[in-house]
């Protein structure tokens, strides 16, 4: 099985592609761009932890895992490849429509 070669374009993020935000405020759609930064940050700092976390477990030659601590790691990380791409889908969103309605002011 060859792996995925999009890894950008997941059901999640092509739904928020068709959110309709028009009902939403000025001030929402800058708490929802506010907190896809911040769960966009927060993922990564995660994934930045987990990365050093592997090489400092390389370096102590700790090279065993359960299969459940296995599993557990590869859905989150498959959530996290999920999300973040949907999340900065969003993101793009919001802060295209706070600059259209920018201009129009």
């Known amino acids: 099985m060859l792996p995925d070669t999009d890894i950008?374009?997941?059901e999640l993020r092509d739904i928020f592609r068709k959110l309709d935000?028009?009902?939403l405020s000025?001030?929402?759609m800058l708490q929802l761009a506010n907190g896809?930064?911040?769960h966009i940050?927060?993922?990564c700092h995660g994934l930045h932890f987990l990365g050093k976390t592997f090489?400092?477990?390389a370096d102590s030659d700790v090279l065993e895992f359960s299969r459940e601590s296995l599993c557990q790691l590869g859905h989150g990380l498959k959530t996290?490849?999920?999300l973040l791409p949907a999340l900065m889908e969003l993101h793009q969103m919001t802060e295209r429509?706070?600059?259209a309605e920018e201009y129009l002011i």
């Open 21 to 23: 935000t028009s009902n």
């Open 8 to 10: 950008l374009s997941s």
């Open 41 to 43: 940050a927060g993922l």
């Open 55 to 57: 090489v400092s477990f």
């Open 26 to 28: 000025e001030e929402e």
């Open 36 to 38: 896809c930064e911040d």
């Open 97 to 99: 429509k706070i600059a």
């Open 80 to 82: 996290t490849a999920t």
